[in-house]
């Protein structure tokens, strides 16, 4: 279970954030929709962990992030939940698989390369499994990034943008590979996005 | 995929750029080990040669030169001594053994030394062929001498006057080898040694001819030289190797040696250490050179981790995403440098032994005295290692807090 509670935050006094409360069970979805400068991003962020808290309160599955160590929270982070960019950010220096298998290290499971080029196999990319990443089209290296994200099995997905560069047949595959995802892994996945094609899927829907 | 498969990964991205900074930095460690390698090598050939030897008395010049001479066998005699002075100073009571040296003629380019046994013990060298010269115009010959010049056993060959080849042959002196020594890594691989009559009489029969019947009666033994009595204040020879008796001798015994006699004392450990500090010189500028040079390979190492840590910062930040502690980021690039620097120092290891055996082969001589092997190893080498451990981490500090301090939420809104 994800929850909010009084979550706010500020910037340099400048701008000030508030966000509604909210709760979600393994295994729902919601879209985030607002636009440029509402606060998307900060709110993906601070889900992720990757911003300290400011004022409030978040809680994934009974671990409140306010009690969590900069260290203890990359921990976390690794272990539950899953990230994927506007664009795939793939690590040029690594070939596929090694950009599945670096996701692998960091979280505390075993690395196992029979499950990452499973994983591949599911999103037909397996013989582009030793490909370097410079090989790949925009939709297959979208679609490694996403691998990447839940490879893990994460509890919480989060997606910033994922579809807003691709055109509708990749949108479509991402989007399809996302929901599939996290049924599989019974995780809860939270989108946000302006893009209409991800509102027509998603019917729960979060306004800032 | 480990912390360091990743930053070699990283590494082998540029090639070209990890290859120059391998190569520079190489270069850097391995003068610094070429020089410490000779210098280590040449001091060890020199106290084996002067082991055991307290003092050298010639004639009067300069002490360096009678060393040169005397005990490595590279300059020039300074002049004769008198026999009659020789014998009367290894009589004297701080004297505990004195071998005499003659020297004057070569055999194509190998020294022909006149000597006694004393002077092959001094070495502790054994005889693997033959057995120690008896009679005059007798030879044991070094190990080297029977390599490069191809001589066996009873072979007879004619000594030429003076020190270099090219020097009139006394033809009708013939000497034979008797002896082949086994190689002892000591000035002996490449001597002619003979008895010191041997060398008079090669003179003496172009000089004053026909003068050498003397009665058995006459004959006296000195200094382990069997002579004629008569020719006691005529006879001479290039100097005297002396051993001490005692402490007190290495005070008193120069000095009387150079008031009150004819001759010149030259002490072989200080005059080494004199020649060591002439060079030393020469060595402390090359090693700065190279210092430099490793200093230059560091900040090459820097710029490159630096400039590729600007591109890289979404990789970071992306890894911090997949949930990378910072820590690791830190030793993601120190080790990422580690690898380019340790790489440099093997790699200097490698060109630094390949040069001791390019120079042994190719430089030195066969006739001189310096014995260099590639194959070599010092404890101070793994101090290398150390050096490239420490010049990695000071090269990749800065970029590594840079990248420690990689801010993850900014970095990535940006992307």
Redesign the interface.
């Known amino acids: 279970m994800l929850s909010i509670s009084k979550l706010a935050y500020n910037y340099m006094g400048m701008v000030n954030l508030v966000y509604k409360d909210f709760e979600l069970q393994q295994n729902e979805k919601m879209v985030i929709i607002g636009g440029s400068g509402s606060g998307k991003?900060t709110l993906l962020?601070l889900l992720?962990g990757?911003?300290q808290l400011q004022t409030g309160e978040i809680q994934l599955n009974g671990t409140s992030f306010t009690g969590l160590s900069?260290?203890q929270m990359?921990?976390?982070?690794?272990?539950h939940?899953g990230?994927v960019?506007?664009?795939p950010?793939l690590?040029?220096?690594?070939n596929v698989l090694?950009n599945l298998?670096?996701?692998?290290?960091?979280?505390s499971g075993k690395?196992s390369s029979a499950k990452a080029k499973e994983l591949l196999e599911t999103v037909d990319l397996a013989e582009k499994t030793n490909a370097r990443i410079s090989e790949l089209s925009q939709g297959q290296a979208q679609r490694v990034a996403l691998l990447?994200a839940v490879i893990n099995e994460p509890d919480l997905i989060l997606a910033d943008e994922p579809t807003s560069s691709l055109d509708d047949d990749n949108a479509h595959a991402v989007l399809d590979l996302l929901i599939e995802q996290a049924d599989k892994n019974n995780s809860i996945l939270l989108i946000t996005t302006h893009d209409q094609r991800v509102k027509e899927r998603i019917s729960n829907q979060y306004l800032l | 995929?480990?912390l360091a498969k990743?930053s070699w990964?990283?590494i082998?991205?540029r090639p070209l750029n990890t290859f120059l900074n391998v190569l520079l930095f190489g270069f850097g460690i391995s003068i610094i080990l070429v020089l410490l390698l000779l210098s280590d090598q040449m001091k060890d050939t020199l106290t084996k040669n002067s082991k055991g030897i307290s003092l050298v008395a010639a004639a009067k010049g300069s002490p360096l030169q009678i060393i040169l001479c005397n005990i490595f066998h590279i300059d020039f005699p300074t002049g004769n001594i008198a026999l009659k002075e020789a014998i009367e100073l290894s009589k004297n009571r701080l004297v505990k053994n004195a071998i005499p040296i003659a020297l004057g003629d070569s055999y194509k380019n190998h020294r022909i030394v006149g000597t006694t046994k004393a002077y092959i013990d001094l070495y502790e060298a054994q005889l693997i062929e033959g057995e120690m010269w008896a009679e005059s115009n007798e030879a044991v010959i070094g190990f080297n001498v029977a390599q490069s010049l191809e001589i066996k056993l009873n072979d007879g060959f004619y000594t030429e006057h003076g020190l270099q080849s090219g020097g009139a042959a006394h033809e009708d002196h013939e000497v034979k080898v008797v002896g082949v020594l086994e190689r002892s890594g000591t000035v002996l691989d490449n001597l002619i040694l003979t008895s010191v009559e041997t060398v008079w009489e090669a003179h003496e029969s172009h000089g004053e001819e026909g003068d050498h019947h003397h009665t058995e009666e006459e004959m006296i033994t000195e200094l382990g030289i069997r002579f004629a009595e008569h020719d006691l204040d005529e006879k001479e020879i290039t100097s005297l190797i002396i051993q001490y008796s005692g402490p007190m001798a290495a005070v008193r015994l120069p000095r009387m040696i150079n008031s009150q006699t004819n001759m010149q004392s030259a002490s072989p450990a200080f005059e080494t250490a004199r020649l060591f500090s002439l060079i030393g010189v020469g060595v402390e500028v090359v090693n700065g050179f190279a210092y430099l040079i490793i200093f230059i390979a560091a900040l090459s190492i820097f710029i490159a981790l630096y400039n590729s840590l600007k591109q890289r910062a979404?990789?970071l930040a992306?890894?911090?995403?997949?949930?990378?502690?910072?820590?690791?980021l830190f030793l993601h690039v120190i080790v990422e440098s580690l690898i380019v620097s340790v790489l440099g120092g093997i790699f200097g290891l490698l060109i630094a032994h390949a040069s001791i055996g390019a120079i042994d082969r190719f430089f030195i001589p066969q006739e001189s005295q310096m014995y260099v092997s590639a194959f070599v190893f010092l404890n101070d080498e793994l101090i290398v290692i150390g050096v490239s451990f420490v010049v990695g981490i000071i090269a990749s500090i800065i970029p590594a807090i840079s990248a420690y301090r990689t801010d993850?939420?900014k970095t990535?809104?940006k992307?």
Not at chain 1, 74 to 79: I, K, V
Not at chain 1, 101 to 107: G, H, L, P, V
Request: charged content about 20%; proline content about 0%.
């Open positions: 991003t962020h992720g990757m911003m900069g260290h990359d921990q976390f982070r690794a272990n939940i990230l960019f506007q664009k950010h690590i040029g220096s690594l090694e298998m670096i996701s692998q290290m960091f979280s690395q990447r | 995929m480990n990743l990964k990283y082998a991205d979404y990789d992306i890894m911090r995403a997949m949930g990378a502690s910072r820590r690791f993850l939420s990535l809104a992307g």
